[in-house]
Antibody, heavy 122, light 113 residues
């Protein structure tokens, strides 16, 4: 069965960096893109972008360029989200989520990781 | 960006009664390939989101048949035929038509009266 298991909660000071991991299992990792979604405390969902797990090419949504970096280690079926120069407003739960493509080429986000809480506080 | 507007934002429902959530997009979700990339997600308290419906009306694996989706163009609806206690949570519509600007509705909280 498809599983996305994320790394544990992080507490960081402003200005620091954090790297969140998302380990995939139960399918061929390089066949489906991986998305990152942010959810600030008590707020809704915000799509940050995705990374093509076949080519390693990332695409960032507006507002998530510069300090946010998506990367991969295909040898261990893991995607990473790195955030640098952390600010208090980066405090949120970050989810990885797979994009599935059906036989006709239709795509949608199907499976989600359990989420990683990143808290930025001095 | 395409703005997704859900109504209502809160829906108190009696157990066993139906519930309906509307999602309206600021522009048509029909992609140039002819498909409409509209999904519905459920987020139970303290849990990650879970896919319920994709491609407007297709139930995802394991989703009970009391959940159904419909709509076209800019207007979409999620219906729960008979609300059960486990359906409590926040429901989101999501569009994946405009890349790279996928967007979610603001969420509708379903609670038991």
């Amino acid at each position: 069965q498809v599983q996305l298991v994320q790394s544990g909660s992080e507490l960081k000071k402003p200005g620091a960096s954090v790297k969140v991991s998302c380990k995939a299992s139960g399918y061929t990792f390089t066949s489906y893109a991986m998305n990152w979604v942010r959810q600030a405390p008590g707020q809704g969902l915000e799509w940050m972008g995705w990374i093509n797990t076949n080519t390693g090419n990332p695409t960032y949504a507006q507002g998530f360029t510069g300090r946010f970096v998506f990367s991969l280690d295909t040898s261990v079926s893991t995607a990473y989200l790195q955030i640098s120069s952390l600010k208090a407003e980066d405090t949120a739960v970050y989810y990885c989520a797979r994009t599935y493509y059906d036989s006709s080429g239709y795509y949608f986000i199907d499976y989600w990781g359990q989420g990683t809480l990143v808290t930025v506080s001095s | 960006d395409i703005v997704m507007t859900q109504t209502p934002l809160s829906s108190p429902v009696t157990l066993g009664q139906p519930a309906s959530i509307s999602c309206r997009s600021s522009q048509s979700l029909v992609h140039s390939d002819g498909n409409t990339y509209l999904s519905w997600l459920q987020q139970r308290p303290g849990q990650p989101p879970r896919l319920l419906i994709y491609k407007i009306s297709n139930r995802f694996s394991g989703v009970p048949d009391r959940f159904s989706g419909s709509g076209a163009g800019t207007d979409f609806t999620l219906k729960i035929s008979r609300v059960e206690a486990e359906d409590v949570g926040v429901y989101y519509c999501m569009q994946a038509t405009q890349f790279p600007s996928w967007t979610f509705g603001q969420g509708t909280k379903v609670e038991i009266k």
